[in-house]
Structures are given as C-alpha cells and as structure tokens.
DNA sequence: ATTAATATATGCATAATGCATATAGATACC
DNA sequence: GGTATCTATATGCATTATGCATATATTAAT
C-alpha cells in the first residue's frame, strides 16, 4: 500500500484541503509564495505534485485572503505569466498557532485511537 | 484554552464525523451498539456529551450500514423505547484496518508539521 | 504556427457537517 | 388523567469541503 493509497479509504479522499491549509501558513510563515510554486512545497508536507489538486490549492489561497489569513500582490516585472505572491498577516500567524494546538490534540486522539486498536486487535 | 474549544477554529467544527465514523467501528469491534448508548462510550474519544451532534451520530451509522460496515436490528424485548443495535461486519472490520493505515500516516505528517513549527518559531 | 510549460481561476456535483426540528415510547410526578 | 422528562431514532436545511473538468493567458521551444 503505496502512500497516495493512504489518503483513500473506500474510495474517496478525505480531509485533505484543511491540512493543506495548514501547511500554507506554515510555508508562508518565514517566506512569500505563489500558487504554482507552493506545490512543489507542500509536496514536503506528502502532497505529491501528481496527486495534488491545482484547483484546490488555488481556492484555498484565496479563501486564506478572504479571512485575512493572507494578503497578495501581483509581483512585478518577472519573466513568464504573472504571479499572485502571498505574504501571511499576524492574523495568519495566530491562526496557524491556534491549528498546532488543535493538531497536537488531534494527534492525541489519533494515538490514543490507535492504542485501542492495538489492543483489541492483540498487537 | 478547553478541550471543546480546540475543535474549533476560526470558529468552526472541523473533521468531526469522519473520525467519529472510526471510533464507532473501534467501539463496534467486539461488542454491538445502539445510537443513544454509543453517545458515552464516545466520550472516551474526546467527544463530549453536549457537544455531540447526535443527529450526525445517527445518520453517520446509517451510512455505515448502508456501505456494509455495520449491520443493525431492532432490540428485543427492552424496556424503553425500542433501539436500532448495530453489528460490526467483516468489511466493517477490513475498512477499520485501512483507517488505521490512515491515521498512523496523517499522525505523520502532524509530527512533521509540529516539528516544522517549532524549529520556525524557536521552540 | 503549433505545442508545451507556466500560472491563475471558475463551474459543477457530491460529500461532510452543524443546527433545528419531528416523532414516539416509557417513566415519574402531581 | 395529564404533563413533563428521559430515552431513542430520524430528517430537513444551509453551508462548507472537495474532486474533477474546464477556461484563460503568457512565455518558451520546435
């Protein structure tokens, strides 16, 4: 069972925009980005360029706009088609915080979860 | 910061009722289960009796049995009204073990994610 | 010219999910 | 006997999440 097969369970993928939320922020936390670059980034983070969905990436950008979790400008003068580059607010900043805690807790669950599992499976 | 309130950001419940779906599989594994009793057993897994949705309950172990999960019947001869008893099936339990390949990898990437963050913020 | 790569964005359908509400039997209490 | 409460299951509605397909435009390569 290869990972891209791990983000499915009976067919369907889960729970995959939230996280890549996440993500974003955390990549934006020291450094700007665009779109198309993020994805080469957040493939860091096991979103692999193939399985990725561009369209997803993009509507989660401009949603983190939308909440103030970001702000972007079209850059200036490069080369090739312009680029949207986003830059994350304080607000993105706590934001971001506020998701660590409740992926630590998540995280918990998870493990505690798994530990049942564990036993009742004898493993 | 509360346990409820990490559920939450930005206001919102996230990813609720999937996991749910988990821990009722778990819960189902080696003992049945009805709707309204399963509500305590949850609280093992960090969901808390008032916040409960328990219409999500229910219609979360319809769609388990309407994707062969679990199997129900209505109880016999209880005092009370009459309650819809849930069976884990073997599908039920094959689909658990995939779950569990997805969540020792999502608990992956959540530790890889903290670790990110904490290296970022100094911590 | 045509194709491919880079880059951003929207439309549509389905699934997820919170909140409110409906229904109904059993029990307790006055 | 009537009423409130607890137990128990279920549905309707609105919003959000999310995959897939598609549209648009610039630049580079052939």
């Not at 020291?30 to 969905?53: A, I």
């Not at 986003?86 to 607000?91: G, P, V």
Request: hydrophobic share 35%; aromatic share 10%.
């Amino acid at each position: 069972m290869d990972d891209n097969h791990l983000m499915f369970c009976n067919g369907k993928q889960h729970m995959m925009e939230r996280f890549m939320e996440v993500c974003l922020l955390l990549l934006l936390y020291d450094e700007t980005g665009y779109g198309y670059g993020l994805v080469e980034r957040l493939s860091f983070f096991g979103f692999s360029e193939e399985q990725l969905n561009i369209g997803s990436l993009y509507r989660t950008l401009r949603k983190m706009e939308n909440e103030s979790l970001v702000t972007s400008l079209w850059e200036e003068g490069g080369q090739g088609p312009r680029r949207r580059v986003y830059q994350i607010t304080e607000t993105g900043k706590v934001e971001l915080g506020r998701w660590i805690d409740i992926l630590k807790m998540r995280k918990a669950r998870i493990e505690k979860l798994i530990g049942v599992y564990d036993s009742k499976t004898g493993k």
